[in-house]
């Protein structure tokens, strides 16, 4: 049965102090939604060393405690392209996916063959997507990188697909490099034994990422990312990426801004559920956001006007609850009714 499985449990631990917080957090009693409403709700999330299984969880709880009879849950999975896939085949009920492979899920393109009913419940915050090398490193541009030596993280991942895609909106793709599928650990090892070049890395927009502070504990970073260009040429191709910074002093011996490509983390969903409950379902996302965000920083992005970044049509209910929130969401991208 779905939403049942023994994986799915062990979430609710993951929910920690946010339970009780979020269950009194404005006393009022849970929302009552209708009679059809699902009785389980399986959040699908991301790997558990990852920000998306502790967001997760912690939603888990809120929404179990303010939406009447329902059960959430959230469960460890493989990241994005495998959440849309259980979405699609019914598994998971709503799961975090980052911009591009939303898109790609719900037209049919890249990885998927065949279109994915799924919609946007909500926009959350931005990863990041950066471009990495030593300093005096020779190579100014994803340009000069040509013929190197160039890691694009784990082979499938989020990272791997936005590598692609950057690349290809700027005249370019893998077969004009040596490309190397490396963890994110991997890749820090690598560049200390001079084994690649240069690198695509996926730490926060806010804090930092661990082998991104490893790396540059004790090598020099050039810290000047992606150029002007290459970040256009990719918003240009691809609207759901646009160009932002990780803050100077984020990590060791970073006295500049990191100029990087921000990639949209979104609330993807099942587009059958009734407009009610999902309406319930994303106001208290929207409500509690705060209360995440005290325990997981890349929250802190989190913004309703960011629901203009959609990268799939907007579920009517979750429409219906950022309008409530102040947010402007355009006819065109809600999608018809569930």
């Not at 994915?116 to 340009?143: F, H, M, Q």
């Not at 000069?144 to 590598?163: E, I, R, Y």
């Not at 913004?303 to 950022?322: E, F, K, L, S, T």
């Amino acid at each position: 049965m779905r939403n049942t499985s023994p994986r799915a449990i062990p979430a609710l631990v993951a929910v920690g102090g946010l339970l009780s917080l979020a269950a009194c957090g404005n006393g009022d009693s849970p929302a009552d939604v209708e009679a059809d409403a699902p009785a389980f709700f399986s959040i699908g999330t991301g790997g558990t060393g990852g920000t998306a299984y502790p967001v997760g969880g912690a939603y888990a709880g809120i929404l179990t405690s303010n939406v009447e009879g329902t059960t959430f849950t959230a469960e460890a999975t493989g990241g994005s392209v495998e959440n849309v896939r259980l979405i699609g085949e019914g598994e998971i009920d709503m799961g975090q996916i980052q911009a591009d492979t939303a898109s790609q899920g719900c037209n049919g393109e890249g990885v998927f063959e065949d279109a994915i009913p799924i919609t946007t419940y909500a926009v959350l915050y931005p990863n990041t997507l950066a471009y990495v090398r030593l300093a005096n490193s020779g190579i100014e541009s994803l340009e000069d990188a040509k013929g190197t030596a160039l890691s694009v993280g784990d082979q499938g991942s989020g990272t791997d697909l936005a590598a692609q895609a950057v690349l290809e909106a700027n005249g370019m793709s893998y077969s004009d490099f040596d490309i190397n599928y490396l963890s994110l650990a991997d890749q820090a090892t690598a560049f200390r034994d001079r084994q690649i070049s240069s690198a695509f890395w996926s730490p926060p927009r806010l804090g930092a990422q661990s082998s991104l502070i490893d790396l540059s504990s004790d090598q020099a970073i050039d810290w000047r990312g992606f150029t002007d260009e290459e970040m256009e040429n990719a918003a240009a191709e691809h609207p759901y990426y646009t160009p932002g910074v990780i803050p100077a002093e984020t990590y060791n011996n970073q006295p500049e801004d990191f100029p990087v490509l921000l990639i949209w983390h979104t609330y993807q969903g099942r587009a059958d559920l009734p407009e009610d409950f999902v309406y319930e379902v994303t106001k208290q996302l929207i409500e509690h956001a705060e209360v995440v965000s005290a325990q997981q920083v890349a929250l802190g992005d989190f913004d309703v006007d960011n629901i203009q970044y959609a990268p799939c049509p907007i579920h009517p209910g979750a429409a219906r609850a950022y309008q409530e929130a102040g947010a402007t969401v355009p006819d065109e991208l809600i999608a018809d009714g569930a």
